[in-house]
């Protein structure tokens, strides 16, 4: 039939080098779904073209590593590296493969994207993780690999062969008046007076005391965070880590740092392996920003404090996050602040209203010692802010006018401390180091997603009635 057969008009624009380049990720995206999915379906893939196995070595080296340890770009730029690698070998057998082109491209986009150089040292070809009992992904690694021997080993039962799959992780956050982000990407702002419970299961306890904000507002903040690492048999005794305003210690509270003998492998920031020990924690600004490690359950926590307050941002492995009992089940990370606790509204934030009392009230917060607790930035004065003013202000740090930034202007309408323009930038931040799904970072305002739906909806459905054509033309 040739290009005259084709069933839409004008597909040949969609051909031009400016509009390849515009559907790239969607068009990556639609072969990746049909042939990585279901590649008997495309009849692509040839006995010959090894582009699968490049891609599961690539999965095998990256899946262990965590941005938010040091050492995290020099280690994924050598897999990248290796990956590209093994395409060039595999080349000439993968000619025509969709595949193969797809990952080839998704190779230059990342490299561009994290700065990795052409040239460089590769991870192995073959990686080989020792399996280290105190090292979460070594344990679960190896009760994959295992898991996955048993069954081709015993190909007529599968009862066993679903037992370990890889590791998902969850991420909860904490900020501001304040608002929480669950383990569900439910985002919510409460009142939560007084201690609660964020995180409560077999392997980790995390609690934090919420107190007023300003007088005749429900708004509360964060002032006390306690963590409790629980003993894990081997690998390190319980060790409580608790933080109040003024006080964001870089131990434990018996003292120490670290728990656990010297045997999970990290990559500094160098890119040299050194050994670390089951559980310890990295202060990266003094009395404003501390991690806590714990490599033995996969779990990373970051606490900070911007001007009174503390922020909390955590990443833990899902199946640890649902091991607990009918006792721990007031959890606010995995099932959200209770009804009568919320101020938003089904995740809609409404704007406070300021009462006339408010300049007074926060003329009298000004005192010798909250002053000093303030940051030491422009951001350290307390006013009365309006609407407008509110907005500009977040819009400052916070570009996008996703939730982050409506918790934002609604702190400053709340309390009119400008510290919290600086905690909800920092929360966005440390969700992006943290979060598993890049795909889920963005969370808007209820009326704006809901526009923004039938916006993609309406899209959506124009692309796939062009998609087809444009593939065939493409291909042809």
Not at 22 to 33: D, E, K, V
Not at 171 to 196: I, M, N, Y
Not at 354 to 371: D, E, F, I, K, M
Not at 424 to 444: C, F, G, N, T, V
Request: proline content about 6%; some cysteine.
């Amino acid at each position: 039939m040739g290009r005259a057969g084709c069933c839409c008009r004008g597909a040949e624009r969609l051909t031009s080098p400016s509009m390849v380049r515009r559907f790239r990720p969607l068009l990556l995206l639609i072969i990746a779904l049909c042939c990585g999915a279901h590649i008997g379906q495309c009849q692509v893939a040839t006995p010959q073209c090894r582009i699968q196995k490049c891609t599961t070595d690539f999965v095998s080296l990256t899946s262990h590593l965590n941005p938010a340890v040091d050492g995290f770009h020099t280690e994924f730029c050598k897999a990248l590296r290796a990956y590209s690698a093994c395409t060039q070998r595999t080349a000439k057998a993968c000619r025509g493969n969709l595949v193969f082109h797809s990952a080839v491209l998704g190779i230059s986009d990342l490299m561009s994207q994290r700065n990795c150089s052409r040239d460089g040292p590769t991870s192995p070809t073959h990686p080989e993780i020792p399996f280290e009992p105190c090292n979460y992904h070594s344990r679960t690694q190896h009760a994959h690999t295992q898991s996955h021997a048993h069954a081709h080993s015993h190909s007529h039962t599968h009862s066993h062969s679903h037992g370990h799959s890889r590791a998902g992780y969850l991420f909860c956050g904490l900020f501001g008046d304040p608002h929480l982000r669950t383990f569900k990407d439910s985002f919510q702002t409460c009142k939560v007076e007084g201690a609660w419970p964020l995180i409560d299961n077999d392997y980790l306890s995390v609690q934090v005391t919420n107190v007023p904000v300003v007088p005749g507002s429900s708004a509360t903040a964060t002032n006390k965070i306690t963590i409790i690492f629980k003993p894990y048999e081997g690998c390190t005794d319980q060790r409580v880590y608790q933080a109040v305003t003024d006080n964001l210690p870089a131990a434990f509270d018996d003292g120490t740092v670290s728990s656990g003998d010297p045997m999970h492998n990290s990559a500094g920031a160098d890119g040299a392996s050194r050994k670390v020990r089951a559980l310890w924690i990295s202060e990266r600004s003094p009395g404003h920003h501390v991690e806590l490690h714990a490599g033995y359950i996969g779990v990373t926590v970051i606490v900070r404090q911007l001007g009174r307050y503390l922020t909390l941002a955590v990443r833990i492995p899902e199946e640890l996050a649902q091991a607990y009992d009918a006792t721990q089940d007031l959890q606010l990370c995995l099932n959200g602040c209770p009804t009568a606790e919320r101020i938003d509204q089904a995740g809609h934030l409404p704007l406070p209203v300021s009462p006339p009392a408010l300049g007074l009230q926060l003329q009298q917060l000004r005192r010798p010692s909250y002053s000093s607790q303030t940051q030491t930035s422009a951001y350290g004065s307390t006013q009365v802010f309006g609407v407008e003013g509110a907005r500009e202000r977040c819009r400052e740090q916070l570009e996008v006018e996703d939730i982050y930034f409506h918790s934002c202007v609604f702190d400053l309408l709340t309390t009119g401390d400008a510290n919290f323009t600086v905690a909800a930038y920092s929360a966005q931040k440390d969700m992006e180091s943290l979060h598993p799904h890049r795909d889920s970072w963005r969370i808007y305002p209820r009326s704006f997603a809901t526009s923004s739906l039938h916006f993609d909806s309406q899209n959506f459905k124009r692309l796939a009635l062009l998609l087809p054509c444009f593939l065939s033309t493409v291909l042809m």
